[in-house]
Structure formats: C-alpha cells, structure tokens
C-alpha cells in the first residue's frame, strides 16, 4: 500500500494517543539502558538471525547475520508494526584490533513510533566484504553504500551502480578508510603527482556516461577504447 | 497551493530554409478582415529535426553549481532526461584525519565540513562526543548552544536564499540578507574571535562565555531582523517572476522524500513534519515554544517558505533562550575533560596532573558508540563516534544530509529544463564542504 501523492506524513502518528512528547534523554547510562521493543519483533520473526543486542548509551544496536540483512530491513520498513521509513545511515567500522571484524552499520529511523535503531552486521577478516543491498528497499542507501564501498571496500550485493563516489574513478590506492591505509595514501606524493600530470583531464566522464549511445561518436578516441575494454572501477 | 500551469504560444516567424539554408524570414501579414494571409507555401526543403540526445557537463567550476558540484545531463531539447551528478572534488578525508586526534581536535573540522553552519556542527559534535564521554552539560551551555545552533540556522538560511534569489536572477534580496548575516556573524566574532570558523565547543562545555553586553546586542539584532524579514518576503513570496521560476519544480511526494532520505527543510517541504528538534529532542528544544513550517507539494516554491519561515522560528527561539538564559558555569566541573584554571594546574598537584594528561593524551571516553543526530539547516546532521577507550576515535562518521539530499537530484531534475536545474540545484542547499568532506 503506497500512499497518495501529498500525503502529509505526522511522525508519532502510530503511537498511542496520550503518550507524552519526547525529551531530551537526560543521566543516559552507559549500557543497559531501555531495550528498543523492536529488538523482540525481530527475534520473533527471524529466528537465529540475532547475533547478539547491546544498548550502549541509551541506543539499541543489533547485531544480525550479514546474509539477512536485506529481509529484515524489508520487514522492518514494511511491517506496519514497525515503520522504519526513514534510513539515516549506511557507514562501516573498522577496529584498531585487526582481529575484530569489521562492522557494517545501518541507522534506522521509525518516524512513526519514534524509535531508532542501530543495525549491524559483521564481516570477518579474511571473509569477502560483501553485504545484501538495502538499495531496492531505500534509494537513500543510494551514494551512502558507494561511499563505503569507496571507502572501504564492501560490496553491497543488488546495488545497481556500485562506482567509486568520493575517490575518482580511476584511484589505484585501495579503500582510504580502512586501517591498513596510510594517512598519507598509499603511493609516495611524488607518485601521486606523477600520476595526477599524467593523467588526461578530458577522460573524465564516467562509464555511465561513455554509454550514452548520442554522445559515443564524439568522444575522444581514447574515451572509446576505454568503454570498449571494458574498464573495471578500482582495485 | 494549486500548480500553476504556464502556457506560452509563440507564433514562429520562420516557415523554413531557403534555398541556401538560410532561415527564411517571412513577415506575418494580416488582412483587412482580419484572417491572416497565407503568405508562402512551406518550402518543401525544411529538414526534420533529428532526436538527437545531447551531453552537457556542468561544473564542476560553474557560479551556479554552490561549489565544485559536476553535473552531467543528457538533454532533449532542453529538457534533461538524465542527470549524472559526480562529487568528491573537495574530498579531503575528514573522517579519516578524524581517527588520528583527539576529540577536542576534531571540533576545527567540523567547522569545515559544512561552514555555513559551523557554530552549529561544533555544537553537534560536542554533544555526541559528550554522550560518548557520558558528560552532562550544564544549564548556561544548554542554552547558549541553543543560540549557537539558531543563530547558525538563521546564517545558513540567509546564504540560501541570497544565492538562490541570484540563481534565479534577483539581486536585491541578496544584499539586503548578507547585510543581516553580516550583524549574526559580527555578534560571533565578539562571542568567539570568529566568524566562519568558530570551534566555538568543547567536549563539556563552550571555549568562551558571552561577553560583556552581548545578550544586549542580541536582543538588538532580535529585534530588528524580523523588519529585513518583512521586506524580503513582501519582495518574493508573491513575485511572479519568483514564483513562476520556482513553483512546480523538483516536486518529491511525502513518500518519494522519506525514501529518498530527504532530511531538513526538503523533507519539510514534502509534507512530512519531520523535525530533529521534535522527534528526538536534544538541548531541551521540546522545552521552546516553536512551529515546524511544513510544505504541501514539495517543490522549490515551498522549499523557499519552509526555510522562511523557519528564520521566523528561529527568531522565536533565540527570545525565549534569551528569556531564560540562566547564570552560572557553562563548563562542566569534570577536569577529566575540562583543563583545570591554570592557577591551579601551576600550584596544585592534582590539577596539574589532570593539565598533563588531558594536553599529553586527551581525554579518554568509555568503550563505546553514539550517534547524535541534530536539526542542522540543511537537515538532519549525525555524527556517529566509535570509541576503543583510547582519546581518538575509532571511528567518525558524519552524516551529512546535503549529500544525502543531493543524491535525489537526478529524481528531481530529470524532466525539467535545464534553466530549471539551476533552480532545483539551488533548492537543495548544497554545502560541498560536506558532501565531500
């Protein structure tokens, strides 16, 4: 059921009437604070899938098997018990520890009820960074998930158009917020401006962009053979 | 309000080429009775025109692109049929320079990411960090960062429109607003020696207390903005060339904004009263008496009343944070965060022991993660902290809610004419310092 055009959305409008106006959270304890009720709902519907709950400082964070991300955050924006239409974020961690995995983090907000919720997966090290796409569900994960990708490497598996987003197309030094990457970058700064003189500043449209089929014919020769080889974006 | 619908009829001139391919120029002729004369026969060379689709690149150093935005379009005409937005160009690593200082140290970025609303981001770092730290802030900070944080809107929203009003071609409105900025930005300087980069907060409180008379100076511009107010709005709101390049564009449903991610005034604008300050309240804000403007049909029009209005709210809460602002410390009396007076760091033990470890390592928070979302004027603004119990973060994340916001542009574009994408860009309120980062 989509909602007409126009619709004015009230957030709050699913809770029970009478229930006080929220407040700023005051003396919020370091764990074991309030448990978001949605934590039970997804253990009652997709059993084994909680890995483990953790409220820290007053905000519920779940951690859920990577492989079933994608349905719970479907049921979780689907169920009308839940609500949690708005995404606010896609980011990932990773720890100093290099044997912590690292963590992919979903912040999700239910305007409805008012609730927000942590959703985290974990990536092992030396298992493939691959998560389930929330794409086809918000087409806000949109350039959230290509910044991680381009940031970290994970692979969001189902988004359409996963390209580098921050980084240029073309970047050769791996994933610049991962641990093992030096502040400075990888390559020596007389390597970076080596590359940077020696790069073409025409060939900067996009594969995307290559394949306009109007647009082909007028594109520089080497633009072509690019889009003919069929160029990989990355590492 | 109803969309408008505009309707041009244009009678052409020109009925084709000629022989050599110039346009034939054929004078409208009309005869004594009033029917028009068929002049000439269309000549049967006239070409077709062919459904050639075109690729236009825009920026990323154009005047109307609010920093080094790229857009690339596939016209149709001029209507654009696809829009390709690339970003990074101002990408320097905020987040990873982040993980290698110490809290304290990272409030100077976050006057740089979004620098329209720099006080403002100083205040929603400190507050995530404080959560992380577990620190409650005292009274006086809550509401001199409630100033901070209305007083940054009410800049970011007069940038906004000033260059959005110049965009669309009107000049005055621009000067009359950067004039009011200029008097929020004197009032800064005098609270915090700066203007556009103020790392005005500290993990605990605020780096100074107001000076002498400046709550006077305050009330004065109070007093006196809501005038300059007055003017604008009587100057655009029903303007018809104001509103005719702007109603009707980039319109997004309710349900279209949620999932898009939306946040601030563009969700607003949508029909959904999605307000930080409400729905998850910090700083006591659910404690102010203030409205939450929301729009109907979510086009550039009602974007522009959802932010004008908002600088009346803001003028709002400024009195009552004026009303109310209490005395006493705006530090809290933690020197675990806060560096003890130097009086005492130079003759007591402990207090120079608290000087040495806060300036050698910085302040160490628990294990532990927040993310402390705020109503920034573009949107919702989060700062998510990871920390390992060392005095760096692990992790910082901002969540920046133009890039977020910029990435519906395609959606929003995509059929309108080009002039209109200038428009429409302008609407989203793009901050490329943020959307880089």
Known sequence: MSPSPFTPVTPGSSLPAGTPAPATPKKILHRGGEVNPTVEAIRAQFA?????????????????????????????????????????????????????????????????????????????KGTPLEVPSVYPIFKSADWMERECFDMFGIKFV??????????????????PLRKDFPLRGRFSRAEQLRQALAANPESRYSKEELTIADAFEDLPLDMRARLRSGEKTGE | MATIKRTVEVE?????????????????AVAEDGSTVAVAAPPSIEPELEGEHMLINIGPQHPATHGVLRL??????????????HIGYLHCGFEKIGEYR???????????????????????FALGAERLFGIEITERCTVLRVIAMELSRIISHLVWLGTTCIDIGAFTPFLWLFQERENVYALLERWVGARLTTSATRVGGMAADLPNGWTEQLQTFVSLFPKTLDEVDRMLTRNGIWVGRTIGLGAMTAAEALNYGLSGPMLRASGVAY???????????????????????????????????????????????LRRLPDGPVNVDDHRVILPPKSKATSEMESMIHHFKQVMEGPRPPIGESYVAVESPKGEKGYYMVSDGTSKPVRWRIR??????????????????????????????????EIDR
Not at chain 2, 12 to 28: E, H, I, W
């Open chain 1, 48 to 124: 084994g899938a909680v890995q483990r709950v953790d409220v820290v400082w007053g905000e519920t964070t779940v951690v859920v098997d990577r492989a079933r991300v994608g349905e719970i955050v479907r049921w979780l924006h689907d169920d009308p018990g839940q609500q949690y239409t708005y995404l606010s974020d896609v980011t990932a961690v990773e720890f100093r520890d290099v044997e912590q995995p690292l963590e992919v983090v979903w912040h999700l907000r239910s305007l409805a009820f008012r609730r927000f919720l942590r959703l985290k997966a974990l990536l092992p």
């Open chain 1, 158 to 175: 189902g988004h359409p158009d996963l390209r580098r987003l921050l980084m240029w197309e073309g970047y050769r030094e791996g994933f």
């Open chain 2, 12 to 28: 052409l001139s020109t009925s084709g080429l000629d022989a050599q391919g110039r346009p034939q120029r054929v004078p409208l």
């Open chain 2, 72 to 85: 690339v379009l596939e016209l149709d005409g001029e209507t654009v049929v696809r829009c390709i937005p």
């Open chain 2, 102 to 124: 110490q809290y304290n140290q990272i409030i100077p970025w976050t006057d740089r990411e979004d620098y329209l609303n720099s006080i403002g981001n100083n205040v929603a």
């Open chain 2, 275 to 321: 307000d930080v300050r409400k729905d998850f309240p910090y700083l006591d804000y659910e404690t102010y008496d203030f409205d939450v403007p929301v729009g109907t049909n979510g086009d550039v029009y009602d974007r522009f009343l959802v932010r004008f209005e908002e600088l009346r709210q803001s003028v709002r809460i400024l009195e009552q944070a």
């Open chain 2, 400 to 433: 920046p809610p133009s890039f977020v916001n910029l990435s519906a542009i395609p959606k929003m574009v995509e059929g309108h004419l080009l002039s209109d994408v200038i428009a429409i860009n302008a609407s989203i309120d793009i901050v490329m310092g």
